[in-house]
């Protein structure tokens, strides 16, 4: 009788290469829309404000929409994802987010666009985790840290996106069609995703060994590889995984301190970067001029995500994460008291550098620590501590921005150094480690 291959050895032998690489781009172009769909609110808000005559707090609340929708979506696709599959979930949550967003540039009053914006963001709650897991499932393990942060870099061509789309559209059109056209890329996207497969980890413990025996052998003959298609795969023997489980003795402190994490860097990224198109034209840039500079400082972001995908396999995850959040409150803090215009624009290119990187060792950390049952459950409360951030950054925003400038990118520098403290003491390094399938399988080291 031939052995049954693990879950781990079956991915393994399908090794890296052309099937990765194609897995890759099609969830990045997901990642991308979603990022430029986040942020085009950032974007939109100074022309909004103008042409609605909004108050700071109704622009901030308007801003924290999207995070309330993405709160709850990101509960319920994630525990949805865990029970139905991580492709269904990818495009129903696509089609949710992507028409939504297109209908908020016919919103006929402030009341219409917030509802529309929140929906979008239920839709992009559930996008997010169901991505990250599907590709990190086909990952072998000396690669998968690196991916996991190079398919977060593409958060970074989303943000480029929306700032170069603002720069071109909102000073001569405004932002209604700033968002009819940033809900393109998203619409798009449903059509790639006929070309991504279901992941052979959720197959088999839904006790569809059939089909990932089928997947697994197309994977493997793009890659080049032998893979015997009759080959049986072990099933992990673990009772099925419930949201409880996140605070089981194994994963308790881990689930705490993540959650921390994800809503210290949340704070303080969504804190600054909502209102930083303002921040700089305030600063003496002007309203177009804001515009030229956030496409330079956007840029940034792709040399901190390249850096990071290279030190998470070189440092390991927890001192590369901690490494990035503490350089974003450092750049942050640089940022508050800077008055040249030199000095305020290259310490919101630092800021921006870290912040991105520590993005990046954050979601190559987080899918990894939980078994393939937990897997988008776990990615899902997590990041729902993001929309909680989310939804309280830009009205806290907004009331500290009303002190001093100083007063609140000094808060948010202090989240993001609360985080990097939070990181050190994270229980397990994942690096070099296989993926968990089962609720009570060991692996990861201290």
């Keep these: 009788m031939i052995p049954r291959l693990s879950l781990d050895e079956a991915v393994e032998l399908l090794g890296f290469g052309p099937f990765q690489r194609r897995l890759l781009w099609l969830c990045g172009a997901v990642w991308a829309a979603v990022a430029q769909e ?38 319920f696709w994630g525990i949805l994802s865990d029970r139905v599959g991580r492709r269904p979930v990818l495009v129903w949550t696509i089609v949710v987010n992507n028409v939504c967003a ?53 958060w970074a061509l989303g943000a480029l996106a929306a700032a170069a789309l603002a720069w071109a559209v909102v000073p001569r059109w405004g932002w209604r069609p700033l968002f009819a056209l940033g809900a393109l890329p998203g619409l798009l996207a449903i059509a ?8 052979p980890r959720f197959l088999v413990l839904r006790d569809r060994e059939e089909e990932a025996r089928q997947v697994l052998a197309r994977a493997a003959r793009l890659n080049g590889k032998e893979y015997p298609k009759d080959q049986a795969l072990a099933r992990p023997e673990a009772p099925r ?18 959650w921390l994490i994800w809503f210290g860097i949340s704070l303080g990224y969504y804190g600054v970067f909502t209102w930083l198109p303002g921040i700089l034209a305030e600063r003496g840039l002007g309203f177009v001029g804001s515009y030229a500079y956030m496409m ?23 001192p590369t994460l901690a490494l990035y959040l503490l350089g974003s409150g450092m750049f942050t803090l640089l940022f508050a008291v800077a008055r040249a215009p030199w000095a305020f624009v290259l310490a919101a290119v630092g800021m921006s550098f870290f912040a991105l990187g520590a993005w990046g060792a954050l979601y190559a950390y987080t899918p990894e620590v939980y078994p393939t049952a937990l897997r988008t459950t776990g990615m899902g409360a997590a990041s729902a501590m993001t929309r909680i951030a989310g939804i309280l950054a830009p009205s806290l925003g907004a009331m500290l921005l ?45």
Excluded: H, K
């Design 102 to 154: 297109l209908l908020s540039a016919l919103a006929p009053n402030f009341t219409a666009l917030v509802v529309l914006r929140a929906l979008t963001g239920f839709g992009v709650g559930g996008t997010l985790p169901a991505d990250y897991a599907i590709f990190a499932e086909y990952l072998p393990t000396g690669r998968r840290g690196r991916c996991l942060v190079i398919l977060e870099g593409f």
């Design 38 to 75: 986040v942020l085009l609110i950032s974007f939109a808000l100074p022309a909004l404000r103008r042409d609605w005559n909004l108050s700071p707090a109704a622009a901030g609340s308007l801003a924290t929409a999207i995070f309330l929708g993405m709160f709850a979506g990101a509960w």
């Design 402 to 446: 009303g002190v001093s400038i100083p007063v609140a990118l000094g808060t948010f520098a202090g989240a993001y150094g609360l985080s990097g403290l939070a990181a050190l003491a994270l229980p397990y390094e994942t690096r070099g480690q296989p993926l968990a399938d089962a609720v009570g399988a060991e692996g990861q080291s201290r």
């Design 241 to 258: 995984a419930r949201p409880r489980d996140l605070w089981r003795p194994r994963f308790a402190r881990t689930t705490a301190l993540l």
């Design 296 to 318: 330079g400082i956007t840029l940034a972001q792709v040399p901190g995500y390249i850096s990071a995908a290279y030190f998470v396999e070189r440092l390991g995850r927890r």
């Design 192 to 199: 790639v995703l006929r070309r991504v497969p279901e992941s």
